[in-house]
């Protein structure tokens, strides 16, 4: 499979707890994005990265939440002390070197946070 | 702040109707507006849209783009049972980087 990978696909956890996810893009695409997706909306923009630098964040992401792209390559998001509003699904995208939804920009299947 | 209105929030028709879908848009500097189809999963890519008035088609869906009264449609004739999903509009401005801004999305039901 030659898509954007997102691990895991599920995840339960209680209130307080800190996760993490983890996206692999396309092997060629240099930026990478994440976003919240909640039950009823379209996803919510929360950061990017072109290559290994962090260029965007939203007021979305609060100091709870940090992402990190070591190496350019798979990202991780982090979210420490979970609280319920949490909850919902985390879409990671990649794109091309060219950028921008123009040339090849592809979501994962997400993972789908609980917090209980 | 960039936003997208996507109307109607739902849509239940039988197989074989069309359907139109619309998205309105403020965003500053638009560079485009695109479609995409969601079914529980990722978010799958119809159409992106740069100039007005310009009709994209593919197969049975179609779209266009009013760049002066900010909003676009989606038209899908011959529903088909397959096509039951989310379709969100999302649109992309001029040194975005590709950050998208999505509406809510319209919940679209077609009964066989």
């Known amino acids: 499979d030659t898509g954007v990978s997102q691990d895991p696909r599920h995840k339960i956890t209680k209130r307080g707890q800190n996760v993490t996810f983890r996206c692999d893009p396309i092997s060629e695409h240099n930026r990478l994005y994440w976003y919240r997706q909640t039950l009823g909306q379209g996803p919510e923009f929360l950061t990017y990265f072109q290559n290994e630098a962090q260029l965007e964040k939203s007021r979305l992401l609060s100091d709870r939440f940090s992402a990190e792209r070591p190496k350019g390559s798979f990202s991780t998001l982090e979210i420490q002390r979970t609280e319920q509003g949490d909850s919902a699904m985390y879409l990671c995208?990649?794109?091309?070197?060219?950028?921008?939804?123009?040339?090849?920009?592809?979501f994962g299947s997400g993972t789908r946070l609980t917090v209980v | 702040e960039d936003k997208v209105v996507q109307s109607p929030l739902s849509l239940v028709v039988h197989e074989g109707d069309t359907v139109t879908l619309n998205c309105s848009y403020e965003v500053t500097n638009f560079r485009s507006l695109l479609w995409y189809k969601q079914e529980k999963k990722a978010p799958t890519f119809l159409f992106m849209l740069t100039s007005s008035g310009i009709e994209k088609k593919s197969g049975r869906l179609s779209s266009i783009l009013d760049k002066k009264e900010l909003f676009s449609i989606l038209n899908i004739t011959a529903t088909q049972t397959g096509d039951s999903a989310v379709y969100l509009c999302a649109v992309e401005a001029l040194g975005s980087y590709g950050k998208l801004t999505f509406g809510q999305g319209t919940i679209l039901t077609v009964h066989p």
């Open positions: 995208a990649s794109s091309s070197p060219r950028g921008g939804p123009n040339y090849g920009y592809t």
